[in-house]
């Protein structure tokens, strides 16, 4: 059965994603901090076949949730209703351009074991926050494709991750799993495997090195 993908965040990255979702999933729903009145005109021109909802009513439905809200707003989420559920954070702790938040300036891991402590049992897969969503659409390709684009994800459940890579090749991307979620720091701004044009062998290649370092 198809699985029902709810994404919170209704700017270029969850937008982006929803619209290449829909392409192969018959249940994707997104939101934003207003009502789901306000994305009417979003849906009807970018969006045809995304339902929109209100945030209790996608985060019950959905078995997948995507974070691609800006991460100074995820702790206004109503994070205790996530438990149980996969979880992906396609969010950056990036100071530079968010500006400095203190728990995370002082959280020295993964940005998304950080998340994790914040939404007890959630299955928390990090990954779809190292392309740019200009990049999504334009340098997606069919499976087999030699020049087919990696995306990477970590995360602690392997069921969870197995899920999550299959939604990453249905939207024209190779998945490469890299362990556990603590491993989340390599994808995290101004790493190797950030926003990098390569395919899945070449970054398997990255993390060997990486690895042997």
């Keep these: ?6 994404i919170i965040g209704a700017g270029k990255l969850g937008t982006a994603l929803a619209r290449m979702f829909a392409g192969s999933y018959e249940n994707v ?16 021109i970018l969006l045809p076949g995304v339902q929109a909802m209100e945030v209790h009513e996608l985060i ?5 949730i995507i974070l691609a809200t800006p991460l100074r707003q995820y702790q206004t989420l109503p994070l205790s209703e ?3 559920k996969i979880v992906v954070d396609a969010m950056n702790y990036w100071s530079p351009v968010d500006g400095k938040i203190a728990e995370f300036e ?6 998304s074991e950080l998340i994790a402590q914040s939404i007890p049992g959630a299955r928390i897969v990090k990954t779809l926050n190292t392309v740019a969503y200009s990049e999504l659409e334009e340098h997606a390709l069919p499976k087999g494709d030699e020049k087919r684009r990696a995306i990477a ?3 602690d459940d392997t069921d969870a991750n197995a899920l999550v890579a ?3 090749d249905a939207i024209g991307f190779d998945a490469v799993t890299i362990g556990m979620l603590k491993n989340g720091t390599l994808l995290q701004p101004d790493t190797e495997l950030f ?3 390569v395919t899945a062998d070449e970054m398997y290649a990255v993390l060997d090195r990486l690895q042997k370092v």
Aim: a positive charge; glycine letters at 6%.
């Design 1 to 6: 059965m198809s699985p029902k993908i709810g």
């Design 29 to 44: 729903a997104i939101i934003n901090s207003r009502a789901p009145d306000s994305l009417k005109l979003q849906l009807q």
């Design 60 to 64: 019950k439905w959905a078995d997948i």
């Design 82 to 84: 996530m438990a149980g």
């Design 106 to 111: 002082k959280y020295a891991d993964s940005s």
């Design 153 to 155: 994800l970590a995360g």
């Design 166 to 168: 299959q939604l990453i």
């Design 195 to 197: 926003n990098v044009r």
